[in-house]
Nanobody, 123 residues
Framework: VQLVESGGGLVQAGGSLRLSCAASGFTFDRLAIGWFRQAPGKEREFVAA????????YYADSVKGRFTLSRDNAKNTAYLQMNSLNPGDTAVYYC?????????????????WGQGTQVTVSS
């Protein structure tokens, strides 16, 4: 089982990026997918989550209205569209997956993690 993130990079403040999380070895349409991020010297924090059918999404207050999480079960991929980026969004972004239900904002809910992708927002 594997999660691979892509799409990170360097962007100016106000810009956009789209991160992808490609899953293999899972029954993808039964997974909840979460995104977390970790800035230097800080704890890994919840960003967004989407349940297996995509009908419910959850966002951290800090990204609500700017980030959108979606999924394409036919492609076994989830997408995090990030708009209006600011330097405070600079972090390594991690994709995570779980077959469990509930507590999607909690790190320990997730059993599988990707290696992360760096997002750097310059001012």
């Amino acid at each position: 089982v594997q999660l691979v993130e892509s799409g990170g990079g360097l962007v100016q403040a106000g810009g956009s990026l789209r991160l992808s999380c490609a899953a293999s070895g899972f029954t993808f349409d039964r997974l909840a997918i979460g995104w977390f991020r970790q800035a230097p010297g800080k704890e890994r924090e919840f960003v967004a989550a989407i349940i297996w059918g995509g009908s419910s999404t959850y966002y951290a207050d800090s990204v609500k209205g700017r980030f959108t999480l979606s999924r394409d079960n036919a492609k076994n991929t989830a997408y995090l569209q990030m708009n209006s980026l600011n330097p405070g969004d600079t972090a390594v972004y991690y994709c995570a997956a779980t077959y469990h239900s509930g507590y999607y904002r909690v790190r320990s809910t997730y059993d599988y993690w990707g290696q992360g992708t760096q997002v750097t927002v310059s001012s």
